[in-house]
């Protein structure tokens, strides 16, 4: 049996509702930040703990800030998310619980 995840990561790939993957998240390279996402968890040994899936366009006027995530179950909206951004998210979010504020979307 599957063990439940603690967190569930969502990324914006950048499809708009017309299917179309033009969002400004694919733009800003959402599927560089996907790809490296899963490589951190499998190098922290995290992969029970955090599942991701990707999903299409939050909403325009959060578009802007991309690319963007979300974390349930506790909601937290990162924006902005680099490559570094990640690291320190992982390091911090999912190994220790605490969120990382300075890219907090929506807070
Ligand atoms: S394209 Fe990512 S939130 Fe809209």
New binding site residues.
């Given amino acids: 049996m599957m063990i439940k995840p603690k967190y569930h990561v969502f990324i914006?790939?950048?499809?708009?509702c017309n299917g179309k993957k033009?969002?400004?998240?694919?733009?800003r390279g959402?599927k560089n930040i996907f790809d490296k996402l899963e490589q951190l968890i499998i190098s922290n040994n995290l992969s029970e703990y955090v599942l991701i899936s990707s999903c299409?366009?939050?909403?325009?006027h959060?578009?802007?800030?991309?690319?963007?995530m979300v974390i349930y179950p506790e909601g937290t909206w990162y924006g902005g998310v680099t490559l570094l951004a990640l690291e320190e998210i992982v390091k911090s979010h999912f190994m220790y619980g605490k969120v990382v504020d300075k890219y907090l979307l929506i807070d």
């Fill in positions: 914006c790939d950048g499809t708009k033009e969002g400004i998240c694919a733009n959402s299409g366009c939050f909403r325009n959060i578009s802007e800030r991309g690319p963007n």
